[in-house]
């Protein structure tokens, strides 16, 4: 009997990665898809050895054909953080309208499970706390962060549309904020901005006065729920993060204690429309998939920072875009 075989697009990213591990350990022969705008090799190089992991270059808002029968496709590809889809602003909204419809049309084709990677982001800068699936979100369509917003809640409305009209069986995961190894070390996000002047002893800049809270999950946690999700017969999107609330400046206080860092932190200008608050309401990931986040900050940082901290020193401190 062959081995399932899984679809990972954008699997050469920080998430996509550790799926493409995560499905190569569960017993799959994995097809990693990635163009490489965000993505980089030497985040899957490791899993070349393995005969059952296959990597091709390729955009998937473009024709996407995949020879032979496939069990699960997941959905990963996309600018992820503010740096990239402010940059990237039409390939955002690219991959999760064409991009989303042309993986949809592939499950279809093939019979296969497909999970879509949404985001907390579909809740904007949100008026209701802690977020529950169930609020539809305060997002401005027409700001610099919609382009990703929107993109996601497009993909979201199509992935939904498939399942009612197509019968696709289909699985809505909405990440909160994630951090781990293999985070680009200047991709804008406060954990490797962070991360990377702390271990540099640079300054490190907070954005307004820091009591913008956010919540951070371990990427093993999220890459558990992640595989519970796609295993369930739950169509409609579910919360994976950490509920444990921080502020800005408590989180970038506890980076300092975890590197041993001198670094002061500074303030910079508050970017337009972030939110104020990022809360998961986990309620219903416990419910249906037993599932809650295990691993806690302190152990989460210090991986995160031996991988950042071996980064840095094999690159000087240099590393620009990956």
Not at 58 to 85: N, W
Not at 167 to 189: E, K
Not at 259 to 267: A, C, D, L
Request: glycine fraction near 10%; include cysteine; charged fraction near 20%.
């Amino acid at each position: 009997m062959s081995a399932p075989r899984a679809l990972v697009t954008g699997g050469a990213g920080f998430l996509g990665s550790h799926l493409c591990e995560r499905f190569l350990a569960e017993g799959f022969e994995v097809l990693c898809v990635d163009n490489l705008i965000t993505g980089a090799l030497e985040n899957v190089e490791h899993l070349f050895s393995d005969a059952r992991f296959h990597f091709e270059k390729r955009d998937v808002t473009e024709y996407l054909h995949v020879p032979g029968e496939l069990d699960a496709i997941l959905h990963f590809a996309s600018p992820a953080s503010p740096i990239d889809y402010l940059e990237l602003p039409i390939q955002t909204l690219k991959v999760g309208s064409l991009g989303t419809h042309k993986v949809l049309g592939l499950a279809r084709a093939k019979g296969a499970r497909f999970l879509l990677a949404s985001t907390s982001e579909c809740y904007g800068d949100p008026l209701v706390h802690p977020q529950s699936e169930d609020y539809w979100g305060n997002v401005n369509p027409v700001g610099p962060r919609g382009v990703y917003d929107e993109a996601k809640r497009f993909a979201e409305a199509m992935t939904m549309a498939y399942h009612r009209f197509h019968g696709v069986r289909t699985r809505i995961v909405r990440i909160f904020n994630t951090y781990g190894p293999r985070m680009r070390l200047h991709d804008g996000r406060a954990l490797p901005a962070f991360m990377a002047q702390a271990l540099s002893g640079e300054p490190m800049t907070v954005f307004g006065d820091g009591s913008q809270t956010r919540s951070f999950c371990y990427v093993d946690d999220l890459i558990e729920g992640i595989y519970r999700l796609l295993n369930s017969d739950e169509p409609l999107p579910v919360n994976i993060g950490n509920p444990t609330e921080m502020t800005i400046l408590e989180f970038a206080q506890a980076v300092i204690k975890c590197t041993g860092s001198s670094s002061e932190i500074v303030h910079g200008d508050l970017p337009v429309d972030d939110p104020k608050v990022r809360q998961p309401d986990i309620s219903k990931a416990k419910a249906l998939l037993d599932w809650e986040p295990a691993v806690d900050l302190s152990t989460g940082l210090a991986k995160t920072m031996a991988y950042f901290a071996a980064r840095l020193s094999a690159r000087g401190g240099g590393e620009r875009s990956h």
